[in-house]
């Protein structure tokens, strides 16, 4: 793709930028690919700026497959069939957004000057052309150079037009390692109030990407008021200390070891750093002066939920991030019968996921935890590839008796039938009670007698 920052753009993007000239506009690579192949790395996605209207772009594409992604902010998207879609916008003026959210409305431009003075950072405002090279109105690459993100224009005015930029900012940083310029730092504290007018969907991405850097800890670290302003709900975290041989940090600290420690998924990293947000509410200390947090998992389950919920996740990732917080004091090394429910109910991979998380806790507490810890979590690790490789029942699935052999044994139908496999397969996975057929209807008939006993 490129060397060195010589930026080639693949050939479908290289195609879209003849198309566009030929039809008498001007067509640019601009944003995030300029600035990433710059960096020396592959670009995400190549995005295009065009002098050409949206009616224009689609009519210099009739017949080929397009997408109206944001035709009122000139967007169309150009799918082929190889390949990523390429994404191609029209120039436009920044335009001002009264309310923090909405631009007031769209004015769209035929000059590159407009378009690129709108954009967020000088390292985002660049354009490149394979035959008219790279158009550097505000500096840069001279900053890309110097790894600095500054605002393009007065940061003020730029950050109280649309608060998310203030996000984006921390996001940047957190991804590329990038120090923020002064005035654009004072800028971004100053305006943080700003950020509660935000859509929650648009806050999301923008933490989802911040998380997911690999300079997150630090970021959030350095700009922690600005994130509780977003997520309120984890400002008693900072200054909560934790008086046990456990720990060496405040919650808050404890918490950006761990985001640090996980892996780069937005599941372990939102995990890592609402694992821990129920302790503030859960603290108590024992008479020799010891802190203690009990109950905290379900609290920061809860927490986490809320947070998740507000923000608008899908159910399906909510649950999947909340369910690690729920269980990551789960009790190690792990028993059987235990991790057998866990994969059960929650799958191989949610598991896995549930191990990588206790790693990166167990990694950002006291000095020597982690060494003492590591074996009985390796040996749960390996317990689990055990059962999965032996192929126990897991499930009900698993069992080597359905509903329907409980209805021919005389089970009436309905919810008795649900409770009773239940039953037989929480004895399975205790290990009281082989998965075998003849077994399991002998013990199911017991259970019924039980029952009707119970009822008389
Ligand atoms: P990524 O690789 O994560 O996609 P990106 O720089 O391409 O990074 P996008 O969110 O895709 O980020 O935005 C594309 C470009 O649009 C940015 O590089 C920037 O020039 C501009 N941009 C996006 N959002 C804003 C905003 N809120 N204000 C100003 N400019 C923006
Ligand atoms: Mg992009």
Known sequence: MEQNGVIQPPAAVLEVLDRLESAGFQAWCVGGCVRDSLLGKRPFDWDIATSAFPQ???????????????????????????????????????????????????????????????????????????????????????????????????????????????????????????????NTRRALWQAKSLLSGLSQERVREEL?????????????????????????????????????????????????????????????????????????????????????FYGHPPESGRLAREILGRLR????????????????????????????KLLGQYGEEEVARLFELMEADMSAKAPGIYELRLPDLEASRTLAREILSRGDCLTLKGMALDGKALRDMGVPVGPEIGKILRCLLDEVLEGKLPNEKALLMERARQLMQNRAEDAQ
């Open 313 to 340: 996740f899908a159910n399906r990732q909510k649950e999947q991030i909340a369910l690690l917080v729920d269980h990551h004091e789960d009790r190690l090394p792990m028993e059987e019968k235990h991790l057998k």
């Open 208 to 292: 989802t990407k911040l998380l997911c850097g690999e300079y997150a800890a630090g970021v959030l670290r350095e700009y922690a008021e600005i994130v509780f302003e977003v997520l309120p709900q984890l400002a008693p975290m900072k200054g909560c200390t934790q008086e046990t041989r456990f720990h060496c940090y405040d919650v808050w600290e404890h918490t950006l070891h761990a985001v640090d420690h996980a892996p780069k998924s937005p599941e372990l990293r939102w995990a890592a750093l609402l694992h821990d947000s129920g302790k503030p509410a859960k603290k108590t200390f024992s008479p020799d002066g010891v802190a203690h």
């Open 56 to 182: 224009e772009t689609q009519a210099c594409f009739a017949g080929e497959q397009i997408i109206e992604i944001g035709l009122s902010h000139g967007t169309v998207a150009l799918v082929r069939k190889t390949g990523h879609p390429v994404e191609i916008t029209s120039f436009r003026v920044e335009t001002g957004y009264t309310d923090g959210r909405h631009p007031d409305s769209v004015v769209f431009s035929r000059c590159l000057k407009d378009d690129l003075s709108r954009r967020d950072f000088t390292v985002n405002a660049m354009a490149y052309h394979p035959k008219r090279g790279l158009v550097d109105l505000f500096g840069g690459k001279e900053d890309l150079k110097q790894k600095i993100l500054r605002c393009v224009g007065e940061p003020a005015e730029r950050f109280s037009e649309d608060a998310l930029r203030i996000l984006r900012c921390l996001r940047f940083s957190a991804q590329l390692g990038f120090t923020v310029e002064e």
